[in-house]
């Protein structure tokens, strides 16, 4: 697959609003998916936003492998000026870490005692930057769904005496140089289908899955066998959920739109999409 380009007129627009008030701001709260932090990290934003200290925020840590993001947070922090910190927006797991952390980050700071902590939240799209907002603050302040880039414009929120919020919208990067970040992207839905088509994504995943997790993936789809496939395994999954069309033939639209519901909706359980190691993909 070749490398994955998408760059539509709102993100251009993100990175000036990021550039115009990264003077205004202390810290760079950055919310990474927990089932992959490294695809969801944006390259971009830490050039962007390099003279920062930062915040890794693993969101959906509830839906991740607990094995893989403790290796991934043992990574991040051995990064310099980078602490990463692990939660769940929508069950409020760890949220209170969050302006601790940034307090943290600060350390040290003259202007620490007089004025809150200032943060830049940024993230790609759909990785819960909008939700984690909104149990942050208690409101809701932003609109939170599945469409990438729903977030137009920078925005100043409040969360207490200390602490306030610069949102920013969904942001990504100009190319994939890894398809491999494309296909992760794609599965959870932080690109549109009509960049990275919903049949090849699909099949990619339910092959990272046999690999990975293959007792999860046999008793989701109650499969007594993995072919070795991804246009098989595809094939294997429509037939046992009875994804089917005129002739007996799987219906193929209709088995990856529900795979990849399964997926961003969790019903997986606790699985990863990559690890430090970079097992599991084709």
């Not at 993100?14 to 919310?31: A, G, Q, S």
């Not at 602490?163 to 398809?179: A, I, S």
Request: contains cysteine; glycine residues 8%; hydrophobic residues 40%.
């Amino acid at each position: 697959m070749a490398a994955v380009q998408w760059f539509p007129g709102h993100m251009a627009k993100t990175k000036r609003l990021i550039l115009d008030n990264l003077k205004r701001v202390d810290v760079v709260i950055e919310v990474l998916d927990a089932r992959a932090p490294l695809s969801s990290r944006n390259p971009l934003l830490r050039e962007l936003t390099a003279s920062k200290p930062r915040l890794a925020v693993l969101n959906k840590d509830d839906l991740a492998d607990p094995s893989a993001t403790a290796l991934w947070a043992k990574q991040f922090n051995k990064e310099g000026r980078t602490l990463p910190v692990r939660v769940s927006a929508s069950t409020r797991k760890g949220i209170e870490a969050i302006p601790r952390s940034c307090r943290e980050l600060c350390r040290g700071a003259k202007w620490l005692s007089r004025r809150p902590v200032r943060a830049l939240i940024a993230g790609i799209p759909n990785a819960g930057k909008s939700t984690l907002i909104n149990t942050l603050s208690g409101k809701k302040r932003t609109a939170a769904g599945a469409t990438p880039g729903l977030t137009r414009d920078l925005r100043r929120i409040p969360i207490n005496s200390s602490f306030e919020l610069f949102d920013t919208p969904g942001l990504l990067w100009h190319k994939f140089e890894d398809p491999l970040t494309g296909l992760i992207l794609a599965s959870l839905g932080a690109i549109k289908e009509t960049i990275l088509p919903d049949e090849e994504v699909t099949g990619e995943f339910l092959y990272y899955m046999s690999n990975t997790y293959p007792a999860v993936l046999q008793e989701r789809y109650k499969l007594d066998e993995l072919p070795e496939t991804p246009h098989n395994l595809v094939e294997a999954v429509g037939r046992m959920r009875g994804c089917l069309i005129a002739g007996g033939k799987v219906d193929w639209p209709r088995t990856c739109q529900m795979v990849l519901k399964d997926l961003r909706e969790g019903r997986f359980g606790q699985v990863s999409l990559e690890w430090p190691d970079g097992r599991g993909w084709s």
